[in-house]
């Protein structure tokens, strides 16, 4: 038997209150050739330097660049995980709204990841 929309809503709204942390953006990790003659990266193509980590995201209406360290590199992505799964539930949560002020039969079917 399947749950009621408001017992699934609920169990979204307890899911969503339990992230910690959400982040927007794209999360780059690069190495780069410096260019200089006498470099080892000029030399072996496997001695690039690096890995750099790039964060690019919206912030006001504007794409902004952030070199990151490894470990907040890990920290966004991880966060960037959990943005997407939100965003889910809240699609999802949506929809459940819907059914509850529509009916069932006025729903239309999304899939949801996680």
Same mark, same amino acid.
């Given at each position: 038997?399947?749950?009621?929309?408001? &017992?699934?809503?609920? @169990?979204?709204? /307890?899911?969503?209150?339990?992230?910690? /942390?959400?982040? &927007?953006?794209?999360?780059?990790?690069?190495?780069?050739?410096?260019?200089?003659?006498?470099? @080892?990266?000029?030399?072996?193509?496997?001695?690039?330097?690096?890995?750099?980590?790039?964060?690019?995201?919206?912030?006001?209406?504007?794409? @902004?660049?952030?070199?990151? &360290?490894?470990?907040?590199?890990? !920290?966004?992505?991880?966060? !960037?995980?959990?943005?997407?799964?939100?965003?889910?539930?809240?699609?999802?949560?949506?929809?459940?709204?819907?059914?509850?002020?529509?009916?069932?039969? /006025?729903?239309?079917? @999304?899939?949801?990841?996680?």
């Amino acid at each position: 038997m399947p749950q009621k929309p408001s &017992s699934r809503i609920a @169990r979204i709204q /307890r899911q969503i209150t339990q992230v910690d /942390r959400i982040c &927007s953006g794209t999360l780059l990790k690069r190495t780069k050739v410096c260019g200089k003659p006498n470099c @080892r990266c000029a030399r072996d193509p496997d001695a690039e330097h690096g890995p750099y980590y790039e964060w690019r995201r919206r912030e006001n209406n504007r794409l @902004r660049h952030r070199i990151v &360290s490894a470990e907040e590199a890990e !920290q966004i992505r991880q966060a !960037q995980d959990d943005y997407q799964r939100v965003l889910a539930l809240l699609a999802e949560w949506e929809d459940l709204t819907l059914a509850v002020i529509l009916g069932p039969k /006025r729903l239309t079917h @999304r899939k949801y990841e996680g």
